[in-house]
Structures are given as structure tokens and as C-alpha cells.
């Protein structure tokens, strides 16, 4: 990797550093509050962070904490983090007819982890336009429903806040009138609010790359690259399995309709929207195991979502598949996957389980909590999920600066703060010493 590629990294650590400081002071002001008082900053950066990152973990009750001002900031945090601040700031450049140079280029396609530096302008394009247009149509499928409850000015708000809060996985939500953090627990039987919400966390948790490819070989499934028919195949089987699960072993006691959209939405949300509509503290332990891993899983890589990634798993059971029936090579619908890319993956895993883990057991013994709501936390932060036990507002300083970490962490991805710190050695000079075997397993 040479010092472009690394000066890249290091430009989109730097744009969400300064977007979530930024989004800080704003939220740090008396007017981003309800009754015109300074938030502590540390909360301020908090919501910031979990707003830029569009994670959704919340220390204040966003709909009657923040002021108007408060949630407009929220949601264009939100917005510029969904996107990503160099797909935003690529956009203004377009808008404006500035010239988009190489430098530009390549840090885009670090950002969207696009595969070439070819096209990066019309992929942007695209991108910005299949965005706007599927949260617009998005707030038109949620309006009735609110415009019922709120009125026209209020509902048309409260659907476009949502319809964006859905499709970039954040989990904000303006819901908690009367009483706090009930997320949308209120329209558990809403069959267009459960089917509106859960469509826009797919569409946006499947990656800009799948939307190319579904728009240029429509049915086609043969013709898309090898990473769209990978996030495909491992989506349909994350919803199947958890469905199956959750609706035979978790909410037996609903209604059968209450219980099939229970079910789906609890298999769809940790994937890593943050929305919920039962309480989860009614799930087992065992069913809090399977969320914390499909938080870990989360959505594809150049989503909206975040997570270890659905690509990033596959590639690391289809090596192990490999392994134990002695393949030399690691294929999947005739293609061969390269070895680094298996090694990326090892990474990324490592990484993330080693810090999820790590973070759960500081925060469990500081809050004096049992370790798997620690670890629902954890996960739900460095997945960027926002889903949480309830804990989350009840955390000390310390805990709240670990979830910060965290979430900065998960947002901007493992591997690419790696890369921004590390300095690379040249491997020119890098002695190749003899190979010797290591008994594993």
C-alpha cells in the first residue's frame, strides 16, 4: 500500500472525527435543548458520535430531550453518515462543478469500498439518487400512519426523519412522547410501518455495489460480481434461520399476526438498525445470544450498515469449509477467492471480537453488570446497531467513552484505522526468514 492509499485512510478518519466534534459542539449548545440548558458535552459527543456513526445508542430521550435545532442537527448527522462525509463532500464538489481530481477519486473508493477508481464519479451520482429517491419514497409509505397520529406537518416530519433514520440503519427514532425509549414498540401489529421500516434497513444494508448490479442485470443473478451474489445469498440465510428461531422459540405468546412481524423485524433490525418493536428485555438469554450475532454480522461492506459484515463472514466459513475437506482453493459460484482477502477477513474478525469482548468486560465490572448485558452493549456499539438492554443511559463516563470508541471504531472500520495509524514498512528491505510448521487445532 503506498502513502496515497494511506493518506486516503487517513482523510476519512479525519472527516468523521471532525463531523462527530462538530455535531458535538451543536448538541453541546442551550438552544439543542428543550429547556434552553447546556448538555454536558461528554452527552453531547455521545448522541454526536451515535448519530455520525448511525448507530442509535442514546443517553436522552431524543423526542423530548432535544429541541427542533437538537433534532435537525441528529438527523443531518445521520444523513452525512449513512452516505458517508466522503460521498457528501464528493456531492457538493459535483453540485458546485468543482474538478474531481485523483486524490478525490481515491479516497472515495476507500470510502465505498468500490472495487475501481473507474466510474467513482457516476457510481457517486448514482448512489446519492437511488439514496434520496428510496428515503423519499420511504417517508410517502410511513406518512398515513403518522399523519393519523401527529397531523400533516408533524407527520410529514416524523415519516421523513424515520424513513432516513431506517434506511441508514441508525435507529433514531422521535417516538418516546409519553413514554421514554419505547423505539416503535407502539406500532407492533402496524403491518405498513413493520414492512416499510424492515424494506428500508435491507435496501440500505445491502451495499451500493448490490444496487448496481440489481439495476444493470435486473434478474439476471449470474451476471452480478461475485461480493452481490455473496451479500445476497448470506442475506437470505440470515433472514430464514433467526426468523425460524425467534418466531418458534421467542414470542409464542402474541397473536399469530404480532408474532410473524415480531419474529421478521427482530431477524431484520440488529442488521444493525438499532428499532425494535418488543421490549427485548423480554427475549432468553438464548435469544439475546443470537442478536448480539447477527449485531456482529451485521450488513455488507459499502453499506449503510455496519458490523463485521455479511462478506466478511461468508468468506471466513467458506474457508473453513475448505479446510476441513481439504480444498486447496476457496470457491463459491465458480470463482476463487484470493488468500488475501481470506487473511482481511481473519483480521477483521479478530479485531472486532477482540475489542467487543474486551470493552464488555471493562464496562461489566465499572457498572457492577452481569457480562452478557454488557456484551448486548458492546456489540450493539462497535456493530453500530444501537439496540440496547437498557443500560445505556445509566452508564458512567468511562462507559460512555468506551461506547464512543467503540462506535467511532465500527463506523469507520477496523482495518482503516489500522492503516491511517500504522506506518507500513517498506518491504523492499523486509527480511523473508525459513518456514517452519505449527500444529493447530
Not at 426468523?243 to 412481524?261: A, G, M, S, V, W
Request: net charge positive.
Amino acid at each position: 500500500m503506498n502513502s496515497k492509499e494511506l493518506t486516503s485512510f487517513r482523510i476519512i478518519i479525519l472527516g468523521y472525527f471532525s463531523l462527530i466534534l462538530m455535531g458535538g459542539f451543536l448538541l453541546h449548545l442551550p438552544i439543542a435543548q428543550v429547556k434552553g440548558q447546556a448538555t454536558p458535552f461528554l452527552d453531547a459527543l455521545f448522541t454526536a458520535t451515535s448519530a455520525g456513526c448511525v448507530t442509535g445508542l442514546i443517553v436522552h430521550n431524543t423526542a423530548t430531550y432535544w429541541s427542533i435545532f437538537g433534532k435537525v442537527v441528529i438527523l443531518i448527522l445521520i444523513q452525512i453518515g449513512g452516505l458517508g462525509i466522503i460521498t457528501v463532500t464528493l456531492a457538493f464538489s459535483l453540485m458546485t462543478g468543482k474538478k474531481i481530481g485523483l486524490l478525490q477519486r481515491s479516497i472515495m473508493q476507500e470510502s465505498i469500498s468500490a472495487f475501481y477508481m473507474g466510474g467513482i464519479v457516476r457510481f457517486t451520482s448514482f448512489i446519492l439518487k437511488t439514496v434520496l429517491g428510496v428515503e423519499l419514497l420511504g417517508a410517502v409509505c410511513l406518512f398515513p400512519t403518522f399523519y393519523q397520529q401527529f397531523g400533516l406537518a408533524k407527520g410529514a416530519l416524523y415519516a421523513i426523519f424515520h424513513s432516513i433514520s431506517a434506511f441508514c440503519n441508525a435507529g433514531f427514532d422521535l417516538l418516546g412522547i409519553q413514554k421514554p425509549y419505547v423505539s416503535l414498540t407502539a406500532y407492533q401489529d402496524n403491518v405498513p410501518v413493520n414492512l416499510t421500516i424492515m424494506l428500508l434497513i435491507l435496501i440500505g444494508g445491502i451495499g451500493f455495489r448490490t444496487w448496481q448490479d440489481v439495476r444493470d442485470y435486473k434478474w439476471h443473478f449470474n451476471k452480478y460480481c461475485l461480493q452481490s451474489k455473496l451479500v445476497l445469498a448470506v442475506s437470505v440465510i440470515l433472514l430464514v434461520l433467526p426468523f425460524t428461531y425467534f418466531y418458534i422459540c421467542e414470542f409464542q405468546t402474541l397473536p399469530l399476526k404480532e408474532r410473524i412481524l415480531a419474529a421478521l423485524f427482530t431477524t431484520i433490525s440488529p442488521r444493525t438498525a438499532g428499532f425494535n418493536t418488543v421490549s427485548l428485555n423480554q427475549l432468553s438469554d438464548d435469544g439475546i445470544i443470537v442478536n448480539i450475532i447477527l449485531m456482529l454480522i451485521g450488513g455488507s461492506t459499502g453499506s449503510t450498515a455496519g458490523g463485521i459484515k455479511m462478506n466478511t463472514v461468508a468468506v471466513i466459513l467458506l474457508a473453513t469449509h475448505a479446510v476441513l475437506h481439504h480444498k486447496q482453493d476457496i470457491t463459491v459460484f465458480g470463482r476463487r477467492i484470493a488468500s488475501k482477502v481470506v487473511d482481511n477477513a481473519t483480521a477483521i474478525c479478530t479485531l472486532y471480537l477482540g475489542l467487543d469482548v474486551i470493552g464488555a468486560l471493562i464496562i461489566s465490572h465499572i457498572e457492577n453488570i452481569n457480562f452478557l448485558t454488557s456484551l448486548f452493549e458492546t456489540t450493539s456499539a462497535i456493530a453500530t446497531v444501537g439496540l440496547t438492554l437498557g443500560i445505556t443511559p445509566h452508564l458512567g463516563d468511562i462507559s460512555k467513552c468506551i461506547l464512543i470508541i467503540l462506535m467511532f471504531i465500527g463506523r469507520v472500520g477496523g482495518m482503516n484505522l489500522a492503516f491511517a495509524t500504522v506506518v507500513k514498512k517498506n518491504n523492499l528491505f523486509e527480511p523473508r526468514y525459513p518456514t517452519e510448521d505449527i500444529s493447530v487445532g
